[in-house]
Structure formats: structure tokens, C-alpha cells
């Protein structure tokens, strides 16, 4: 059922917040360093030991919010009561703002050690 609840958020379940993907980047911003996003995804939302990359995001905002409500992994859930919707799109408008990450191909050292 989980899997189902996902794959509709993926390809575009709606809700408020899902609808108003044009979340606010700057509260965004706050309520990722307010609530602690950057301890396990890192300050730039860029992953590390405890927790996936999750800058640029290519799933939906909707998808981010029932992820967000019902994870997998060692992640802790989040309810409504603790973070709205809204809150999630701000912070997925947030992540948003980062670049997507190059491919190793791009990165003159990395694609040194990959001809190795």
C-alpha cells in the first residue's frame, strides 16, 4: 500500500501543497536549519553518512511529503502536527534552488580514477 502511496505522489497526487508547488525557498530554507533536515542531509541538502542526497530533488513536492510522513530507513516520521504541508513545499522549493549534481563523467578528477 506504501509503495502504491508513493508512486501516486511521484507521478502527481494532489494536495494543497502539492498544488501550490511554488513553495516559499526562503522559509524554506529556515525550517530545514530550524528542524534539523541538515544534520543527516548536510547544509546544502547534499547527503553524507546519515541521510540521502536530496538537493535538486526530481520527484514532486507530494512525493517529498509522504516520504516525509511515512519513511523508510532509520528517517524518523514527521506528522502534520509537527510539519505542515505547507512547510514540506517550502522546504522542497528550498531544495529546489540547488543545482543538480554533475555526472563523474563531468568531473575531471573522477573521470581520471574511472579510466583507472
Known sequence: MRALLVLV????????AAQSSIGNAENGKRLYL???C???????GQGGRAGARI??????AQALIVYVRRP???????????ISDQELADIYAYLKTF?????SKEIPLLDQLRDR
Do not use: E, W
Open 38 to 44: 541538515y544534520q543527516c542531509h548536510g547544509y546544502a
Open 99 to 103: 543545482p543538480t549534481a554533475r555526472a
Open 55 to 60: 538537493a535538486a530533488p526530481k520527484f514532486n
Open 34 to 36: 530550524r528542524d534539523g
Open 72 to 82: 523508510a530507513g532509520d528517517m524518523p516520521a514527521y506528522s502534520g502536527k509537527v
Open 9 to 16: 505522489a511521484l507521478i502527481g497526487g494532489t494536495t494543497a
